[in-house]
């Protein structure tokens, strides 16, 4: 096997402990007839793991000298699908059947950590969990539910129920990175929100807003919104509240409101 010089322009930090492999395989594999897509396979820790809990894995790797290695690991393995692109920019319709539901397993580039999970909710209707690994701190913020909570904490438990499984050392990969990290489960609702009046672009528009001045009480973050009519929602919303005071349940009530009596009529 040729030797892997992990990348730092690309966030490469390979587990080297077989048994948080299996424990996240494991955790991803409650309902076997389902198929599995890994992101970022790296050396195959994890993707050994997994062909043996699930009929069909879709490994993603965007580095082609782990696509040789990959390939040349588990030439003879026919459960096994490689394919080699960011997963950022994949569309899962293009191999997952509209009607299926796939799950996801990880072991992410700590940078790309938002923008993965941004990317796991606009492929939401096709997915029914997902079990990662993050940093920490972020892994925290995810399933947060107090006053820490932030952008992250409000969309990932709109879109489903996560769950911390379990931390691991940082001495468990290769380089050792500076943080420790912790596997998250997420569970995505499908059919469970009811009485929504509005779309996701406007939801994360809004928590985004209200968390960009989350010092502030929402009756002043929200005037960053153009045309909204401040006057109206407070007769049925306290916007003397801050952001971090909402739960998601509180937000989808406040986003009802603005998209039905909220925006200025000429």
Do not use: W
Not at 202 to 215: D, E, I, P, Q, S
Request: net charge positive.
């Amino acid at each position: 096997m040729m030797d892997i010089v992990p990348k730092k322009s690309l966030g490469q930090i390979f587990l080297k402990d077989k048994n948080i492999a299996e424990k996240i395989s494991s955790s991803v594999n409650d309902c076997p007839e389902e198929n599995v897509i890994e992101i970022g396979a790296g050396k195959g820790i994890l993707t050994e793991c997994l062909i043996k809990k699930f009929n069909k894995v879709y490994a993603i790797e965007i580095d082609n000298k782990l696509v040789d290695y990959l390939k040349k690991r588990f030439y003879n393995d026919d459960k096994l699908i490689i394919i080699q692109a960011d997963f950022l920019k994949l569309h899962f319709d293009e191999f997952v059947n509209e009607n299926e539901k796939v799950a996801i397993a990880g072991n992410i580039p700590y940078n790309l950590s938002s923008s993965i999970l941004f990317k796991l909710f606009d492929e939401r209707k096709y997915i029914s969990k997902a079990v990662l690994m993050f940093q920490k701190e972020v892994a925290e913020r995810i399933v947060c539910k107090n006053k820490n909570k932030g952008i992250i904490s409000i969309i990932t438990q709109f879109f489903g129920e996560p769950e911390l499984l379990f931390d691991v050392k940082r001495d468990l990969f290769y380089p050792v990175p500076e943080v420790d990290s912790s596997v998250v489960k997420i569970s995505f609702y499908h059919g469970e929100r009811n009485n929504i009046e509005f779309d996701y672009p406007f939801f994360k528009h809004l928590v985004k807003v209200a968390f960009g001045k989350r010092r502030k009480m929402l009756k002043n973050s929200l005037k960053y919104i153009e045309g909204l009519d401040i006057k109206n929602i407070e007769k049925s919303f306290n916007l003397q509240k801050r952001p971090e005071e909402l739960s998601v349940v509180d937000f989808i009530k406040l986003g009802n409101i603005i998209y039905k009596y909220g925006f200025k009529r000429n």
